[in-house]
T-cell receptor, first 109, second 116 residues
Framework: EDQVTQSPEALRLQEGESSSLNCSYT??????LFWYRQDPGKGPEFLFT???AGEEKEKERLKATLTKKESFLHITAPKPEDSATYLC??????????FGIGTKLQVIP | NAGVTQTPKFQVLKTGQSMTLQCAQDMNHEYMSWYRQDPGMGLRLIHYSVGAGITDQGEVPNGYNVSRSTTEDFPLRLLSAAPSQTSVYFCASSSGHRDAKNQPQHFGDGTRLSIL
């Protein structure tokens, strides 16, 4: 059974204080690891897809990396508008996607 | 480009009532799915469809029905609502898979459902 564990559950940062969110996973035959951002009252918004160990993707202050057992979402010099819940998901079969519970990030001005 | 549209945004039902949650996408995506999201739990797959006329069960299908008569629409039906079905429901779509790589899903903004 595919599993996804995200840590920490909640993270509070000062504006400009860089940090990383972790996503540990077990999956039989990775067909994609996905990062989403979810704002209160909204649906998840797609950020990145990673397909193989060693792959990295960047978007503004966010950088996602992937190893064979975990993925990290690095946030560099965060701003208050980066506050959201970040979800990690893995796909082991045809569109069979397992989500983690998420990390709730709060960035304080 | 509207993406994935869900209606209604909020709904309150009494135990035993039935209703249909609507989902429509305008991206010509072949894959559509329904999830529920509950506090302290990740998104859980209810049903999914890989194309018009084809549906299958996900992780938590009991008490829900789906059909896919067109590429654009994927309604979710609650047959006889129960308090345990109080949740936030999300519909998602994707272009499927290419070369054994699954494509990311695009989500609607959800339907918040309360069963009394």
């Amino acid at each position: 059974e595919d599993q996804v564990t995200q840590s920490p559950e909640a993270l509070r940062l000062q504006e400009g204080e860089s940090s990383s969110l972790n996503c540990s996973y077990t999956v039989s035959g990775l067909r994609g690891l996905f990062w989403y951002r979810q704002d209160p009252g909204k649906g998840p918004e797609f950020l990145f897809t990673l397909y193989s160990a060693g792959e990295e993707k960047e978007k503004e202050r966010l950088k996602a990396t992937l190893t064979k057992k975990e993925s990290f979402l690095h946030i560099t010099a965060p701003k208050p508008e980066d506050s959201a819940t970040y979800l990690c998901a893995v796909s082991g079969g045809y569109q069979k996607v397992t989500f983690g519970i998420g990390t709730k990030l709060q960035v304080i001005p | 480009n509207a993406g994935v549209t869900q209606t209604p945004k909020f709904q309150v039902l009494k135990t035993g009532q039935s209703m249909t949650l609507q989902c429509a996408q305008d991206m010509n995506h072949e894959y559509m799915s329904w999830y529920r999201q509950d506090p302290g739990m990740g998104l859980r797959l209810i049903h999914y469809s890989v194309g018009a006329g084809i549906t299958d069960q996900g992780e938590v299908p009991n008490g829900y029905n789906v059909s896919r008569s067109t590429t654009e629409d994927f309604p979710l039906r609650l047959l006889s609502a129960a308090p345990s079905q109080t949740s936030v429901y999300f519909c998602a779509s994707s272009s499927g898979h290419r070369d054994a790589k699954n494509q990311p899903q695009h989500f609607g903004d959800g339907t918040r459902l309360s069963i009394l």
